[in-house]
């Protein structure tokens, strides 16, 4: 199972990383993929919505299930991925590549109380029954 | 092949033209058609051969089994449609005065009133046309008792996640905040996240009992005393009524409102698109804003209450009643039944259910809760033999078809991984069950042996795999000439 060390986690399965320019960047992970099998089509926010942290602001649909994407923290849309509306498939080939929206963060110190790739790991075992 | 791929131009089927030509008057120019439509031009004989081979293609509960999870896809009498579509119920225009359709408000009537005992509520309205839409109005009579007094701080709706996936749909539909709470190890609700859950804020809960996950909530007493306390109202999804029928009341557990979906258990055909029916249940404190019209009884004459008897009525759902041939099939069922007759429904779901999952975990299926008594349904996981073999549920699901089975419901409930949902319902045999059994472990087999044999499947089906990427994401359903 494929999860970064250098990325951040929730517990619904968002993963986070924190740019240069001090925006983050946000996908859903490779165990979320995997659950959710070939998707379909991915619903991104629009550029310049402010998201509370969990709010619901993306909806990826693949074909057994549509599902809810969070925003992992709080913070301003700057830019969504133009290539998945054509080509959603692209989470199937690399959830880490295949971001869905950049935010800039309200508070940047809300990353740290993320869960690190080690907690995150130890929640999806923990869903395993 | 469609039908409009038979047509050739001036070809008819004189039996469905119009017996003489009508004209159109009164409707303004610019309205009208320049063009005839675009219909497909066949003879008679061309358009019986084309639906019969469609109806020999098709999979249904009079020609295979058909364990579809959730939906409970049993055999319907035909002694139930053959008598609902006597020629005095189907000329009977719904206008009618109440005096010349006193038979049929009988009939209503009385089902009103068996539904009530089956349920243990304290009145019932025939109206809603569809699950969904008596989920609607369960809800909707909750946010208007809280309204008629003044109590208008609650704004959410606790809803399990083990849930029907309309429950948080409805309750978002009606205005409220959908509070989810997750399921335990055992596959009940968490007491815990429930107490934590309840406030002044809870106008009530949605729960479907027994669960998406086949079980019966071992808590529901303890559940009913928590919310209740809150101030909220208990909304019974009766979706799998089939299970408990005759056997538990959801008004003796403290629900206020119910769903019966009777497209599911009191034999309508289920599954085809509708029509369906799903009457409302009320508790007393419910009673002023049920849903008009309702039968009701006066000295020996049946009579509909309207908005003049229910004045706080949330309305009304349908142009009149609601789908009545629907309605009539429930009534003749049960009578046809009777109490002991739902009693052997609903012990003989559960059996064959339990029976079932018995005998596909002996063959090596892993059972997602097994420590739990199945209530008329149960979930396979297939997690484990997709890490070992790469065959997932979808495939099984697929190679059954192969085997004449139709599939069971697949990737639902979302909260367990590669599952398949299987609901045998009671009119099946043993012998039938023990076929399926038998092809259950003939596909366990190939997945280990030759995988690649499940994964490709169905192979002798009229229409082979399909690219359900694709069909989701280019939809193709309007027909245009070549």
Not at chain 1, 45 to 59: F, T, W
Not at chain 2, 21 to 49: F, H, N, Q, W
Not at chain 2, 248 to 271: A, C, E, Q, Y
Not at chain 2, 274 to 298: C, K, Q
Request: hydrophobic share 40%.
């Amino acid at each position: 199972m494929s999860i970064p060390n250098n990325l951040r986690y929730t517990k619904s399965h968002e993963w986070v990383r924190l740019e240069g320019d001090g925006t983050a960047t946000v996908g859903i992970t490779q165990h979320a993929q995997e659950l959710l099998g070939d998707m379909v089509f991915v619903e991104t926010p629009a550029v310049g919505r402010k998201l509370k942290q969990s709010e619901e602001c993306a909806v990826v649909e693949s074909v057994k299930a549509a599902a809810d994407v969070y925003a992992p923290i709080a913070g301003e849309v700057t830019a969504v991925n133009p290539e998945l509306e054509s080509a959603p498939e692209k989470i199937n080939q690399d959830a880490y590549e295949a971001w869905l929206f950049k935010l800039k963060p309200d508070n940047a110190s809300d990353l740290d109380k993320l869960l690190d790739a080690t907690a995150y790991q130890n929640i999806i075992e923990s869903e395993d029954h | 092949m469609l039908i409009f791929e038979h047509s050739r131009s001036g070809r008819r089927n004189y039996s469905q033209s119009p017996l003489t030509p009508t004209p159109t008057t009164g409707i303004p120019e610019k309205l009208l058609r320049k063009a005839p439509p675009l219909l497909p031009e066949v003879s008679e004989m061309d358009a019986v051969r084309h639906y019969t081979r469609l109806s020999q293609k098709n999979f249904s509960i009079d020609t295979q089994f058909y364990p579809l999870g959730s939906c409970t896809m049993k055999y319907n009498p035909r002694a139930c449609n053959s008598l609902a579509m006597l020629p005095q119920f189907l000329a009977r225009h719904p206008r009618a005065p109440e005096s010349t359709g006193q038979g049929f408000l009988a009939c209503m009537y009385e089902l009103q009133e068996i539904l009530k005992d089956v349920t243990g509520m304290a009145g019932v309205s025939l109206t809603p046309m569809a699950g969904a839409q008596g989920e609607l109005i369960g809800i909707a009579m909750i946010r208007a008792y809280h309204e008629s007094r003044g109590d208008t701080a609650r704004t959410e709706i606790i809803v399990p996640d083990a849930a029907h996936g309309t429950n948080p749909a409805t309750a978002v539909m009606c205005g409220y905040k959908v509070v989810e709470i997750a399921t335990d190890k055992e596959g009940d609700v968490d007491m815990d996240a429930l107490r934590a859950a309840v406030g002044p804020q809870t106008a009530g809960l949605m729960l479907t009992n027994p669960s998406t996950l086949g079980v019966f909530e071992k808590n529901v007493a303890e559940m009913s005393k928590v919310v209740h306390q809150a101030g909220g109202l208990l909304y019974y999804d009766g979706a799998n009524l089939n299970a408990i029928l005759g056997k538990v009341k959801p008004g003796d557990m403290g629900f206020d409102v119910i769903h019966i979906n009777l497209h599911k258990t009191f034999s309508t055909p289920h599954g085809g698109g509708g029509p369906g029916s799903a009457p409302v249940g009320v508790a007393e404190r419910l009673l002023p804003f049920m849903p008009v019209p309702i039968v009701t009884m006066e000295q020996g004459k049946y009579r509909w209450l309207t908005e003049k008897d229910i004045p706080q009525s949330i309305g009304r759902l349908s142009a009149h009643m609601g789908n009545a041939g629907v309605l009539l099939r429930a009534y003749i069922y049960v009578r046809l039944l009777g109490a002991e007759g739902m009693h052997r429904v609903a012990e003989f779901a559960a059996l064959n259910a339990n029976y079932l999952m018995a005998e596909l975990s002996k063959v090596g299926f892993e059972i997602a809760y097994p420590t739990r008594r199945a209530s008329h349904e149960f979930i396979v996981t297939l997690k484990d033999l997709k890490e070992k073999t790469g065959v997932n549920a979808m495939n099984v699901a697929k190679r059954l078809l192969d085997k004449g089975y139709h599939a069971p419901t697949t990737y639902f409930p979302l909260l367990v991984p590669e599952c398949l949902l299987i609901e045998p319902a009671e009119t099946e045999s043993k012998e039938t069950l023990d076929a399926f059994v038998a092809s259950m472990k003939e596909i366990l087999e190939e997945a280990r042996t030759q995988p690649e044999l499940v994964k490709n499947a169905p192979h002798t089906t009229p229409v082979r795999k399909l690219d359900d990427v694709r069909a989701a994401r280019e939809l193709d359903l309007v027909w245009k000439p070549a």
